[in-house]
Structure formats: C-alpha cells, structure tokens
C-alpha cells in the first residue's frame, strides 16, 4: 500500500488573496481584517484585494466575485448576539453563503466572521497578537490554497 500526506505549507509567495470585510461593528471588524492583512503579509503574499461591504450579509457575494481572480479568500465581519432573532439569522445565513462560495468555486474561504453572544467576546478574539481570528483564518485560507494547488 502507497500513501501520500501532504504537509501543511503557509508559505503564500505568489498567491493572490481577497478580503471582504463587513463595516457593521467596525470597533470589531477593522482590527480583524489589520490581523488578516499583518498575517498575509508575514506569509509573504504579496497581491491583496480589499473590499469593504456593510455587513456580514453582504459579505458572500463579495467573496464569490472576489474568488473569480483569487486564489483565497479571508472574510471578516462580526454578529453580535442582540435582543431579536436577527443574530441567529444573520449568523446562519452568512456562514452557510460563505461554504457555498468555496465550495461552488474551488476558492478557499477562511472566515473570520465571528458568531459571538457578546461584545467582549468579538474584542477579546479581535485583539491583536495571538488568538486574533483575522490573523487565524488567513493563514488556514493560505494553507488551504497551497493543499488545492498541490492536489491539482
């Protein structure tokens, strides 16, 4: 029996990478898509798109267009949990439209779109430093692109 692993690499030189980021809850949002973008930039990518959209809805029809002329995409926005059911319904809905994009255009999605019950909860994952889910989800959308190139 043969067998093949194939190692994760983080090395971005020559990807082209897209970032949307929603600006509903910019407090969140911009220190987000700084640690997306300081993560890139130390994987050495070097050819990044950014475009900024209201919210977290807009955000997958953004990474779709986006993911036409990228070979990964980081989408950064933040859903806090408030008084009405719209939480649940923004939540779901752009998590669910940003698995479609990968997986109707072969373009990783890292998201860092959090999902949070409370605002200290998107401060404490959007500082800067480790733990910065901006930062975490560049560097799987770079992996994730570096395994799809191998395996094509």
Known sequence: MSSTELTMDSDGTGL???VVVATFNEAITEPLADGALERLAALGVTSV???RVPGALEVPVVA???ARSNDAIIAVGAVIEGETDHYEHVATQASAGLMQVSLDTGVPVGSAV???RSAA???ER???GP???GAEAAEAAVIAAN???RLS
């Open 16 to 18: 082209a990478v897209g």
């Open 49 to 51: 798109t950014v475009v």
């Open 64 to 66: 779709k267009a986006l």
């Open 114 to 116: 959090l999902t949070v």
């Open 121 to 123: 909860h998107a401060v």
């Open 126 to 128: 959007s500082r800067p």
């Open 131 to 133: 733990g910065n889910k």
């Open 147 to 149: 395994a799809l190139r």
